[in-house]
């Protein structure tokens, strides 16, 4: 009985071929979409976290201003806030009780005129470290970072990112010559290695001066931005932060229970944040494609309401020369059931595909994009459009369950 | 005569039927009362709209009455079940349309073999059973043709077949002949009289063409939705003889 059901359907679906055609068209473009879309968000959002991920996961970093567990800290809206300083780093260094930091550097940055025999360009200055090469892995390519005593004497040295050195310097050699920022000469004394852009920030076009002639020389101020703090065992870069915070509070005479005025995050924390972005961005996707859905099953619905006359004729006709109510529904719901499988099953098959084109075409363009097809994608592709499927199919042999067969045979 | 004596298969008293659209109340049929015997072959007359396509509707289980009884072998048919009407309309009747009501696109054979779909026929069976019914019309020729590629007088032989594939032993025929020039009428009518007389099926036949009711035994005529007439064919017209005649 069910296979010549089956025939039945296939010559049914044969007879009927645009209208098939058009409805399977429907829900493969729904289901193929959904995958398609929230594949591409989870690539996007993998290229992302990588990047984040490529700066070391041993790293601490410590923001001034107070402990928020939720979003990031306040010197991302541009509030200045002066808790933290460079002694206070420092002295993370040297601490006893803090026999995993690796290094430390402090941070503080600017904007400034950079100009070098009549060129002049607008570059970000950092003030940081003599330590930045160990901390942030980065080499340096020509000449030498600054050291501990220029951070010391407050030398007016610089170190180039390489896309800036280009910049201004084109093929010359830049080490050795003056630069001035603001109305200052700095003297170049090594160039960095390209490292291409990190998270949202370009690294190869700062120019790192010691942050101790940052702050008295050109911003005038003692705190700084941030620091980072580089840990040699992975595994203690919870404990480390907890120890931190401990000292940092008890320098700022802050109780053990108190609200601290700095804020130390490990790199999970930041990957939160970053998560907490790009969630709401799949988010977003997601019902954008949703509504892709939405529509695109409404015009599925639309075929086949047009088609109910002509099919509830044929229910009649059938009901006309002895088919049971039975019979008429089974041959709709296994019709329905068998184009909604193949078109679902094609649909599938397509936004897999698609996902994976688009993947390898990112990653050939050397980003590190993760392919990943989510569960919940095909569910709700296949769940939403094999349901709209299912459901206009069967509504005509529901009306026309109603009807007796001459009712049927001339329904409008 | 003698057939009368039988007890009837279709028994109507004051079938009436109206149809309601949209508050619009038509009055179609007005109280109609006749009997129909096992074998009887019957004619229906009467002017366009005087309700004869309704009436057929409504004794071959496609329709219901407004009101009135309708025994069907001495059984009520408003007490049947869905399921049982279904039955009967597979086993008890062929119903050759006014309209013919051909599915779509659909092939000759396909169309054909319909009502065996929902019989216990085997597959191959079913082909032998339904390939018999077309030659019977004379389409064997036309077996694999799509139905909208078909005339209008094939059409309706195709309409046929449908309704005798499944051997009932009550044929309602709605203007069969009305697309057909001579030679084919007389073909349809010629099986059809063949199955009254050497099968002993039962067969309702509308017909506006006093010449074709001739083939009947018995002639019914409908004006308005009311039974003006019911007489016996005094001079039977036969099929069988015509064709010799015509040699
Ligand atoms: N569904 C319906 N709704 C309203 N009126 C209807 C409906 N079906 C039939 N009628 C009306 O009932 C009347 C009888 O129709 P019917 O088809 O029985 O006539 P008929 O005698 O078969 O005519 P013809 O010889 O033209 O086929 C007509 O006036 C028609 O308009
Ligand atoms: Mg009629």
């Known amino acids: 009985m069910l296979v010549e059901h089956l025939s039945g359907t296939i010559n049914n679906i044969r007879q009927n071929k645009t209208r098939a055609f058009l409805t399977m068209l429907g829900i493969i473009i729904g289901i193929a979409g959904v995958i398609m879309i929230i594949s591409v968000g989870a690539g996007a959002q993998s290229i992302i976290i990588n ?4 700066q070391g996961s041993n790293l601490l970093a410590i923001f001034p201003g107070n402990t928020d567990e939720e979003g990031p800290p306040a010197a991302v809206f541009g509030i200045t806030i002066t808790t933290l300083t460079n002694e206070d780093i420092l002295s993370l260094k040297n601490s006893k009780r803090l026999q995993y930091v690796e290094d430390v550097s402090s941070y503080v940055q600017g904007t400034d005129t950079v100009s070098w025999k009549g060129h002049t360009a607008e570059a970000t200055f950092i003030g940081s470290s003599y330590a930045v090469p160990n901390v942030e892995s980065a080499a340096v ?8 005593e220029d951070e010391k004497s407050l030398q007016r040295v610089a170190v180039l990112g390489a896309d800036i050195a280009e910049n201004i310097f084109g093929d010359e050699n830049p080490i050795g010559e003056k630069i001035k920022i603001e109305k200052h000469n700095f003297k170049i004394i090594g160039v960095m290695e390209k490292r291409g852009s990190s998270g949202f920030s370009n690294n190869d076009t700062n120019i790192y001066i010691p942050v101790t002639t940052a702050q008295k020389l050109l911003l005038g101020i003692n705190h700084i931005s941030f620091a980072r703090v580089k840990i040699s065992d992975e595994s203690q870069i919870e404990r480390t932060a907890e120890i931190i915070e401990e000292i940092l509070k008890e320098r700022h005479d802050i109780d053990i229970g108190g609200l601290a005025d700095f804020d130390v995050k490990n790199q999970k924390d930041a990957l939160d944040v970053l998560f907490s972005i790009t969630n709401a961005i799949t988010l977003f996707l997601t019902s954008i494609a949703s509504i892709a859905l939405l529509v695109g099953s409404i015009g599925i619905m639309n075929i086949m309401l047009v088609a109910v006359q002509e099919r509830i004729r044929e229910i009649g006709l059938r009901k006309a020369v002895g088919a049971t109510k039975k019979d008429i529904f089974l041959q709709f719901l296994i019709e329905t059931i068998f184009m909604t499988l193949i078109a679902g099953i094609v649909g599938i098959l397509i936004g897999i595909a698609i996902s994976y084109v688009i993947a390898i075409i990112v990653q050939s363009l050397n980003y590190e994009w993760h392919f990943s097809i989510s569960t919940l994608s095909i569910i709700l592709g296949a769940g939403v459009s094999g349901f709209i499927g299912l459901l206009s199919g069967i509504v005509p042999a529901i009306k026309a369950g109603k009807l007796n067969p001459i009712e049927a045979l001339t329904y409008e | 005569m003698n057939k009368k004596k039988n007890k009837p298969i279709i028994d109507i008293t004051d079938i009436k039927k109206e149809f309601v659209n ?4 038509t009055k179609v049929l007005h109280g109609i009362n006749f009997s129909i015997e096992p074998g009887e072959f019957l004619a229906i007359m009467g002017p366009s709209g005087s309700g004869k396509s309704t009436l057929m509707h409504i004794l071959g289980f496609l329709d219901t009455p407004t009101s009135g009884t309708f025994l069907f072998d001495g059984v009520d048919v408003s007490k049947l079940t869905d399921d049982q009407l279904a039955e009967m309309r597979n086993t008890q009747i062929g119903f050759v349309f006014q309209a013919f009501n051909l599915l779509p696109k659909t092939s000759v054979l396909d169309n054909v073999i319909l009502p065996l779909l929902y019989t216990q026929f085997s ?5 032998e059973i339904a390939k018999q019914a077309i030659d019977a019309v004379g389409l064997t ?11 209008g007088g094939e059409k309706q032989r195709v309409a046929i077949a449908r309704a005798l594939v499944n051997n009932p032993p009550i044929i309602f025929a709605d203007e069969p002949t009305g697309n057909l020039d001579s030679k084919s009428g007389l073909q349809i009518m010629q099986i059809l009289q063949d199955l009254n007389i ?5 067969i309702i036949l509308v017909t506006h063409e006093k010449y074709t009711a001739e083939h009947a035994e018995r002639i019914i005529k409908l004006r308005d939705g009311k039974l003006v007439s019911d007489s016996p064919v005094s001079e039977r017209v036969l099929a069988n003889n015509e064709t010799e005649l015509k040699k």
């Open chain 1, 51 to 54: 990047q984040v991920k490529d």
């Open chain 1, 141 to 148: 390519e020509y000449g030498n970072f600054f050291t501990v």
């Open chain 2, 22 to 25: 949209e508050e619009v109340v």
């Open chain 2, 123 to 127: 597959k191959k069976e079913r082909l």
């Open chain 2, 141 to 151: 020729h036309r077996i694999n043709n799509l139905s909208n590629q078909l005339s």
């Open chain 2, 198 to 202: 050497s099968q002993n099926h039962t």
